[in-house]
């Protein structure tokens, strides 16, 4: 079946060094959401992107999505404490109902 | 606040017991999801709510039933869940069912089943 997968599945970093996480789909996607967990929280909505190379900024984060439509990137650029939680991709292959990633859990060491 | 609330936040039942989770949203949405996390997993979508019509059910047991008495609330009824089933379950809403809709959840309630 579909599945969109994450890499890596952990993360640590030290406070203000980059991060990346990557979501990738075996077929393409139609749209792409992230979200963010932090512990013991929920899910809560980052941002989507829909177009084939599509890049957009929030702040220090920086969400991309391939010319193929079948992978992503979220970025952020000098990690800080607040960062700290799981971040999720959400894919839909055209026509279905979306499908999480595995998440990305980003532990941030001050 | 997302507007979206659940209760109970946690849950401890046996595994013959019958319970029930609630799920209201305050933000005049017309679909309503029901999700499972279970920790080192993605999250399991188990069913969609569109104006009180279920769209999807993904092969859950049976043991796993859902309510939609109206646009804003969603219950899940439980009985005689597995060991298995502990998780925390995520109601979410979102403006209609399309993919490209942004999906709004609840706190969550943390079921553990003994």
């Known amino acids: 079946g579909q599945q969109v997968m994450q890499i890596p599945q952990y993360q640590h970093v030290q406070e203000g060094e980059d991060f990346t996480t990557y979501c990738n789909s075996s077929?393409?996607?139609?749209?792409i959401q992230w979200y963010k967990q932090r512990p013991g929280g929920h899910p809560v909505f980052l941002i989507q992107?829909?177009?084939?190379?599509e890049v957009k900024k929030q702040k220090r984060l920086t969400f991309q999505f391939g010319e193929a439509k079948k992978n992503s990137s979220l970025h952020i650029t000098a990690t800080q404490t607040t960062d700290v939680g799981t971040y999720f991709c959400a894919g839909t292959p055209t026509g279905n109902q979306f499908y999480f990633g595995t998440g990305t859990s980003l532990t941030v060491i001050p | 606040e997302t507007g979206v609330t659940q209760t109970p936040r946690h849950l401890v039942m046996g595994m013959t017991n019958k319970k029930s989770l609630k799920c209201e949203q305050h933000l005049g949405h017309n679909a309503m999801y029901w999700y499972k996390q279970s920790a080192k997993k993605p999250l399991e979508l188990m069913f969609v709510?569109?104006?009180?019509?279920?769209?999807e059910n993904n092969s859950v047991p049976s043991r796993f039933s859902p309510e939609c008495p109206n646009s804003s609330h969603l219950f899940l009824h439980l009985h005689t869940l597995q060991p298995e089933d502990s998780a925390l379950y995520l109601c979410?809403?979102?403006?209609?069912?399309?993919?490209?809709?942004?999906?709004?959840f609840g706190p969550g309630t943390r079921l553990l089943v003994l």
């Open positions: 709510y569109n104006f009180k019509e279920q769209t």
């Open positions: 077929t393409t996607l139609s749209n």
């Open positions: 979410a809403s979102s403006q209609g069912d399309r993919a490209q809709e942004t999906q709004y």
């Open positions: 992107l829909v177009k084939s190379g």
